[in-house]
């Protein structure tokens, strides 16, 4: 069986999709977002880079007042992103790097990294709504 290009990424994006279920996510709008519980928001009082959801997709960050969630994909050709130590972020594959709020500071990334929207249920807990970018 051969696929064509838009069914495989069609395929790939649903199999990524299922993979991520068991760790919390609900999908909704046909695969092409999910809604991950991040657990309870006191979790993530300290300044700094929250990287155990990197591989379903997304950092949270914390600074001062501020916590937002930053997609863990880079905007090249979607590989998954490092978190470094001075919370910028280096992309493996190709060298493309981040500043803390998800600018491009070296390419050939030309995107920013989105930020997905976070809510919070009636337990306290973060809700993070990942779309695909
Ligand atoms: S995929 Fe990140 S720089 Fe190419």
Known sequence: MQLDRRTFLLLGAAFAAGCAAPGGGNFSGGNREKIVNAGSAAQ??????????????????????????????????????????????????????????????????????????????EKGELLVRISAV
């Open 44 to 121: 993530y009082l300290a300044d700094g880079v929250y990287a155990r959801y990197r591989d379903l997709g997304f950092f949270l960050v914390r600074r001062g007042a501020n916590l937002f969630a930053l997609s863990a994909i880079c905007t090249h050709r979607k590989c998954k992103l490092d978190a470094e130590p001075d919370k910028t972020f280096y992309c493996p594959c190709h060298g493309s790097t981040f500043d803390a709020d998800g600018n491009v500071t070296e390419g050939p990334a030309r995107r920013a990294l989105p930020q997905f929207e976070i809510s919070t249920n």
